[in-house]
């Protein structure tokens, strides 16, 4: 079915050959008119700028003449009046110079710089600007020095500034006319250029479009007359040739239509006949087609199949969750994003299975597919799973007994240094120690053997599964029994503002057969779960009491949150903390299991009552020991 459905998938049909209209902006005609307007519009400035600095040169010459002459003439009249000091003089050299409106200002000046005689014009800002004395040179100012007759000391100075705006309009008029002249020899140009490139290029090439669009046939493609031995008459036999190997490549296509169709039944046969399940997939992820292997595994007909969503049959595939490792290795994927793995598949009846599965994508003729292999995998998954469970218990086993053993010895080094020192400290009897630091001592002392009872605790654990925990039965005081304990959870239920009350006993004497270090242990750990589970400024209860002939009942009560009923069942797990895993208190949850373990041990019971919002009551029944014991 697969190989029907990729060759069912026809070539798209070839589009109708393009007219021979084409718009202006996009013709070649305008493409070389905007090319030879910009061409012609940057030649034109060029040229109109080289005029413009040839007619500068010419006029700064000019300019330079006039003014040499014109202050030589003035050279001696002004050398007198500085040399005489004689203003009026002065004026009427002045005045000369100033007749001929050239010169912006004209000054004389004595040989100290003192003004003898000047005239000055309204300055008027130019249009060029910088430009027009950049261009004409060094001509604007010019300074002559007066001698006395001798010829021997300066008696003043001449000063002259050219008036440029003449210059500048006479310099704008012939830029404009240089710059129309050019223009007009570009329009000129352009209308002759542009009407070579149409009659040699654009119209052929128009003529030929037109041809390509009405032809049919390949043999009838001739180029435009008077274009046979041209470069477009070229382009026709290129056009003919290519034709050619259309054809030819069409009968070659048409031979592998009847191979395919050929391959085609071969390859439906083995599909149909393989054990595992195929399944292909359009890019909506609907079944097009399944063998009857997959068929036989979804418990569908191949008929009933074809159509589906993969929701219906894959749904964890097809919300995106990648496909689990699978058995023998880690799951794979491949660049071109073919995965493999295992995934849930669903029955018709209603059932599931684990299949593992090969997903790969493809693009057959521009149409996304991919292909699912599929195998039932469920009764070999069960096996080895099971393996799986056996080898982590054993090496859970192994791995808890190597911890314990190492955690004992780590732990104890230093514990037992701690517990050495303040021995020292509490067997010191002369005056070193004060009161306070004696009582410190003490705590230290008690402290330390409690953490040491408290790794104890999981190496009792583990000595109590395996059966190999000893109790030493004994009669033991409950009354000093209980004081031992309070110091040691005194610092916490300070730390917590938590009252600890102790009930006074209703028998002073009263004792029971218990391991007496097992019992404290026990003892502890209800008060210190008491005060770590209560509410601030909260309070801790402890009664000894006779409830029953021949056994005594010691029981912790505190006003805390309690526990909730649906969790009742699970306050004796080892290592459940009833959802206060990730809270602030501290913990592993191994105190209630271990405790009731303990109880038993010494024939005794634990129960354990509670009531969300107003606390719990935690009870230890022990036989009484009789006097005589």
């Known amino acids: 079915m697969l190989a029907r459905r990729l060759a069912s998938t026809a070539s798209p049909a070839a589009p109708p050959a393009p007219g021979p209209v084409t718009p202006w902006a996009d013709s070649i005609l305008w493409r070389q008119l905007r090319g030879l307007l910009l061409a012609g519009l940057a030649a034109a400035v060029v040229l109109s700028l080289m005029q413009v600095l040839a007619h500068g040169r010419v006029e700064r010459a000019e300019l330079d003449s006039s003014l040499r002459q014109a202050l030589d003439g003035a050279m001696g009249p002004a050398r007198q009046a500085a040399y005489e000091l004689n203003p009026e003089l002065a004026e009427v050299v002045v005045a000369g110079l100033w007749a001929s409106q050239r010169y912006a200002s004209v000054e004389i000046l004595d040989d100290e710089g003192r003004p003898l005689a000047s005239a000055r014009g309204a300055v008027k800002p130019l249009v060029f600007g910088r430009l027009l004395p950049v261009l004409l040179g060094p001509i604007e100012r010019q300074e002559r020095v007066l001698m006395d007759p001798r010829g021997s000391q300066q008696v003043g100075r001449l000063l002259v500034q050219l008036d440029l705006r003449a210059v500048e309009s006479d310099v704008i008029e012939r830029l404009v006319a240089a710059l129309l002249q050019s223009l007009l020899m570009l329009?000129?140009?352009?209308?002759?250029?542009?009407?070579?490139?149409?009659?040699?290029?654009?119209?052929?090439?128009?003529?030929?479009?037109?041809?390509?669009?009405?032809?049919?046939?390949?043999?009838?493609?001739?180029?435009?007359?008077?274009?046979?031995?041209?470069?477009?008459?070229?382009?026709?036999?290129?056009?003919?040739?290519?034709?050619?190997?259309?054809r030819a490549a069409e009968a070659l296509a048409q031979q592998a239509a009847r191979d395919l169709a050929a391959n085609e039944a071969r390859v439906?046969?083995?599909?149909?006949?393989?054990?595992?399940?195929?399944?292909?997939?359009?890019?909506?992820?609907?079944?097009?087609?399944?063998?009857?292997?997959?068929?036989?595994?979804?418990?569908?007909?191949?008929?009933?199949?074809?159509?589906?969503?993969?929701?219906?049959?894959?749904?964890?595939?097809?919300?995106?969750?990648?496909?689990?490792?699978?058995?023998?290795?880690p799951a794979r994927q491949a660049p071109g994003g073919s995965q493999h793995g295992m995934t849930r598949a669903l029955r018709a009846d209603g059932g599931s299975l684990v299949v593992e599965l090969s997903d790969t994508r493809s693009n057959a003729h521009g149409q996304a597919l991919r292909v699912l292999l599929l195998r039932d995998v469920s009764d070999w998954l069960a096996l080895e799973e099971a393996r799986r469970e056996r080898a982590a218990a054993e090496a859970a086993d192994r791995a808890k007994t190597a911890f314990l053993s190492r955690m004992s010895h780590e732990l104890r080094t230093p514990l037992n240094a701690i517990l050495g020192f303040s021995q020292l400290l509490l067997l010191d009897t002369g005056k070193t120690l004060t009161e306070a630091q004696r009582k410190h001592a003490t705590l230290i002392h008690d402290a330390g053997q409690h953490l040491l009872s408290l790794i104890r605790d999981l190496l009792d654990k583990s000595l109590i599964e395996a059966g190999r925990l000893q109790v030493d039965l004994k009669p033991v005081p409950l009354a000093p029994l209980v004081a031992e304990c309070l110091p040691l959870i005194g610092s916490l239920a300070e730390q917590k503002s938590v009252q600890v009350d102790v009930q006074a006993l209703q028998e002073p004497g009263l004792a029971v057969v218990a391991d007496a270090t097992r019992l404290r242990q026990s003892l502890v750990n209800l008060l210190t779960n008491a005060i770590k589970y209560n509410r601030p400024h909260g309070k801790v209860e402890v009664a000894v009491q006779r409830r029953e002939p021949g056994r005594v009942t010691v029981s912790v009560q505190d006003n805390g949150v309690g526990v909730s009923p649906e969790r009742l069942s699970q306050v004796f797990e080892p290592f459940n903390r009833l959802g206060q895993e990730n809270g602030p208190i501290e913990g592993v949850g191994l105190g209630l299991a271990l405790t009731r373990q303990l109880v038993g041990m010494m024939n005794g019971t634990l129960d354990f009552q509670s009531e969300p919002g107003r606390g719990t009551v935690v009870s230890i029944t022990l036989p009484l020991a009789r006097a005589d014991t």
């Open 268 to 329: 439906s046969a083995l599909i149909e006949s393989l054990l595992e399940g195929i399944v292909t997939l359009d890019a909506d992820n609907r079944v097009l087609s399944v063998n009857p292997a997959a068929a036989q595994l979804f418990g569908l007909s191949p008929a009933a199949a074809v159509g589906r969503p993969l929701a219906d049959l894959l749904p964890d595939l097809a919300a995106g969750e990648p496909p689990t490792p699978p058995i023998y290795g």
């Open 187 to 246: 329009a000129v140009l352009i209308a002759v250029v542009a009407a070579i490139f149409y009659f040699t290029i654009t119209r052929p090439l128009v003529q030929a479009a037109h041809t390509l669009s009405v032809s049919d046939e390949g043999s009838s493609l001739q180029p435009p007359r008077g274009h046979e031995r041209s470069e477009i008459g070229a382009l026709f036999a290129q056009f003919r040739h290519h034709i050619e190997r259309v």
